[in-house]
Structures are given as structure tokens and as C-alpha cells.
């Protein structure tokens, strides 16, 4: 919006002329979205108290676990989804199709969250929105844009190879059921990692800033080229999204981080996944969404495991799925166990970049 305000006036005014520059709107979607959740959180985690409306905590946790958290407000991703959106209205450039495309996952997901969280703050129940009524719901938010980006030229149906040079296969209309598998996936493993404090969200801000730097490349055509991977009009805009992202994670991490004294909620998970999913196919950089992402993966993979095993040999495999619950059975520290996950999806982050030198 700002871009679209002010840049007409820097020929008059050589100081608006700072709007047109990508990097000069990302810094300030960043201090946007932190500034907005800093301050709206501490009303936001009153008014919640107030309404008793806390967290639902499994009851087959480690003891210690459930008593720590019991009573801890939730939904803590409504001001970050919020601060999210404002900062990328405010920032980026709104004649960019795929803003459009990422904000209506980023909201539209959230809004299934929320459905999500109200049933079972209100319920008192930890079991929410049925199960298959949160899938349909994912495939209608994800695959209305999907399609719409596909149909305008917006999303291209290739799908690239990150570790072979110019290497791409065109999957046509399947491409679809691709990214429908990529956004539901990805939302689902963002909210099964969510599960400890301020353990999601490092993951989150890592893979943003990673998808922001390849966003960010995409969008600048001699970047591109040189590093041979495909060039995405007005991608450099997703950049600005990516680091209101890391922005609004600051600021929710204040008040999350151990012990927390709000939760993110499905409300978050699920709508920060959704964004994370929809960058990998707006950047066309899918396939290497499941190494930035892989603390995601591990998490999803886990409970994958733990129930087919268990349905195939009546045996579990971990103490508790998702991953991180079977570390607290084997004794060790919350706070080591986030550390440790965010350390690991630094490095991941660091090879996933790394890959576009192998191009």
C-alpha cells in the first residue's frame, strides 16, 4: 500500500524514493509485524486469562509436562497472523499476484485454526474440529488459489530438481495434487512440532528467512540466471512476507519462550505452515522445502511411524510421538530439546542454501 502511496511522489520528493527498494520495505515489514505483536500480546494474554480459554493438554504427556502448562492461554496466532497481514499490506506491492495468493492461504488456513481452537477451548476438549472436516477445508483454502495461480500463469507446473543444473519436469494439471499435498502436508507438520515452548516457531522463522532469500533471488533476474533457478515475477515481494514472518515470531517468542505464557494454537500452526508450503510454490522450490523444513518432517514422520507400527505389530517405536514428547520420556530438558531442534534447523537451512551452488 505504502509503495503504491508514496512512490508516485518521489520525483517531487526525493526521500519517498527509499519505497521503491525491496530491501528498505523488508526491514520495516519486520519491525512492523514485531512491533504489533509485542504490544498486542500482553492485552491479547489478559483478555484470554480473563475468559479462561487455555490450552487443552493431553493427559498421556509426561506428568511434569501437564502440570506446567495447564491453564496457559492459547490462540497466540491470531495477533501474529494479524501483524503478519498488516505488515505485508502496509510493505509490499499489492499489483503482485502472488501476495495475493500467499496472504489468502496464510488467512484462510488460519481461519480453519481458529475453528479448530474455539471448538475445543469452548468445549473444554482436546479433540477440536473433526479430522476430515479440517482436511476438506485445507484442500478448498489451498486448492481455490492453487488453481487460480495455475489457470493465470502465476504458478508454473514445473517442478525442479534443487541438486541438478537446470533439470525440470512438467507435471501438468497434477501439479495440483502436488500442491495440495505440499500445503496440507506442511501445515499438518508445523502443527505436530508445535508442542513445546517456543519450539514451532524457531523452525518457522528459520525456514522463512531461508524462503526469503531464495524469494528474493527468484525475483531478480540476474540472480536467477547465474544461479539457475527459475525467476518468478514480483517474487522479490515474497521476501517482504518471509521477514514479516520472522518479525511477528520475535515477537510472539517474548512471550512464549520458557515457560510460556501464551500458546501459538492451531490457529497458528496450521496458517504459518500453510504460508511456509505456499512460498516453496510461488519460489518453485518445493522439493527443497523438505530440507529447510525438515525438523517438520522428522515431527511428521514420527507419529507416521508410531502408528503404523503400532497398528502392524502392536509395538510402538518411540516412548510418545510427535518426536519431541519421546525426549521428555527419555528425561531430557524442555529447553534442550527446542535448542537442540533449532540448532538442527539452522543447519538445514545452511545445506538447503548450499544447494544452489551444486546448480
Given at each position: 500500500m505504502l509503495y503504491h502511496l508514496l512512490v508516485p511522489l518521489a520525483d517531487e520528493h526525493i526521500v519517498f524514493n527509499v519505497f521503491r527498494y525491496t530491501s528498505f520495505r523488508t526491514a520495516w515489514a519486520m519491525i512492523t509485524a514485531l512491533l504489533f505483536c509485542y504490544f498486542v500480546f500482553p492485552a491479547f494474554i489478559r483478555w484470554m486469562k480473563a475468559r479462561k480459554m487455555?490450552?487443552?493438554?493431553?493427559?498421556?504427556?509426561?506428568?511434569?509436562?501437564?502440570?506446567?502448562?495447564?491453564?496457559?492461554?492459547t490462540m497466540g496466532g491470531v495477533p501474529m497472523i494479524l501483524g503478519i497481514a498488516l505488515a505485508g499490506l502496509l510493505w509490499c506491492r499489492l499489483d503482485k499476484?502472488?501476495?495475493?495468493?500467499?496472504?489468502?492461504?496464510?488467512?484462510?488456513?488460519?481461519?480453519?485454526?481458529?475453528?479448530?481452537?474455539?471448538?475445543?477451548?469452548?468445549?473444554?476438549?482436546?479433540?477440536?474440529?473433526?479430522?476430515?472436516?479440517?482436511?476438506?477445508?485445507?484442500?478448498?483454502?489451498?486448492?481455490?488459489?492453487?488453481v487460480l495461480g495455475v489457470h493465470f500463469g502465476v504458478i508454473g507446473t514445473e517442478v525442479w530438481m534443487p541438486f541438478v543444473k537446470g533439470f525440470a519436469v512438467d507435471i501438468w494439471w497434477f501439479y495440483l495434487a502436488?500442491?495440495?499435498?505440499?500445503?496440507?502436508?506442511?501445515?499438518?507438520?508445523?502443527?505436530?512440532?508445535?508442542?513445546?515452548?517456543g519450539l514451532a516457531i524457531g523452525p518457522v522463522m528459520t525456514s522463512a528467512v531461508t524462503f526469503g532469500i531464495l524469494a528474493y533471488i527468484a525475483g531478480h533476474a540476474g540472480f536467477s540466471e547465474y544461479l539457475n533457478i527459475p525467476g518468478v515475477d514480483g517474487s522479490g515481494e515474497l521476501t517482504i512476507l518471509c521477514m514479516a514472518v520472522v518479525g511477528a515470531g520475535l515477537g510472539f517468542l517474548w512471550y512464549n519462550a520458557y515457560p510460556a505464557q501464551i500458546f501459538m494454537g492451531d490457529v497458528g500452526s496450521l496458517a504459518l505452515g500453510g504460508l511456509l508450503g505456499i512460498l516453496a510454490i510461488l519460489t518453485k522450490q518445493e522439493i527443497l522445502l523438505a530440507l529447510v523444513g525438515g525438523i517438520f518432517v522428522l515431527e511428521a514422520l514420527s507419529v507416521i511411524i508410531q502408528v503404523a507400527s503400532f497398528?502392524?505389530?502392536?509395538?510402538?517405536?518411540?516412548?510418545?510421538?510427535?518426536?519431541?514428547?519421546?525426549?521428555?520420556?527419555?528425561?531430557?530438558?524442555?529447553?534442550?530439546?527446542?535448542?537442540?531442534f533449532w540448532i538442527i534447523s539452522i543447519l538445514l537451512a545452511l545445506v538447503a542454501l548450499t544447494t544452489l551452488k551444486l546448480r
Open positions: 487455555a490450552q487443552i493438554i493431553r493427559d498421556d504427556g509426561p506428568q511434569e509436562h501437564i502440570e506446567s502448562k495447564v491453564g496457559t492461554p499476484p502472488v501476495v495475493w495468493i500467499a496472504l489468502t492461504v496464510l488467512l484462510g488456513y488460519g481461519v480453519i485454526g481458529f475453528i479448530d481452537d474455539w471448538k475445543k477451548v469452548m468445549e473444554k476438549s482436546s479433540d477440536g474440529l473433526a479430522g476430515r472436516w479440517k482436511i476438506v477445508l485445507q484442500l478448498i483454502f489451498g486448492g481455490v488459489p492453487l502436488f500442491g495440495l499435498f505440499i500445503l496440507v502436508g506442511t501445515s499438518n507438520a508445523v502443527n505436530l512440532t508445535d508442542g513445546l515452548d497398528k502392524l505389530t502392536g509395538k510402538r517405536v518411540f516412548a510418545m510421538a510427535p518426536i519431541h514428547h519421546h525426549y521428555e520420556k527419555q528425561d531430557w530438558s524442555e529447553p534442550k530439546i527446542i535448542v537442540r
